[in-house]
């Protein structure tokens, strides 16, 4: 799957790229893509775009397990 987000904030001394690096009405853009290859794992992976060149980048893995439910039916 894939995703795009918008965030916007108004305010003084915003955190949104955590409390080292605080803005003044910052805003930005995420866009992610997620792949699953069978349904017990997930990979994904996201880039978060800032004003000012701030920016952050994640990746994931995501196991999803049912418990009483065999391998064959996850």
Do not use: C, W
Request: hydrophobic content about 30%; aromatic content about 14%.
């Amino acid at each position: 799957g894939a995703s795009i987000q918008f965030e916007k904030y108004y305010g003084k001394n915003v955190g949104l790229f955590g409390s080292d690096n605080l803005q003044e009405n910052p805003y930005a853009v995420t866009g992610g893509i997620s792949y699953t290859p069978v349904p017990l794992i997930k990979f994904s992976a996201q880039h978060k775009q800032g004003q000012s060149n701030v920016h952050d980048t994640t990746f994931g893995v995501e196991f999803n397990y049912r418990p009483g439910v065999s391998l064959a039916e996850q």
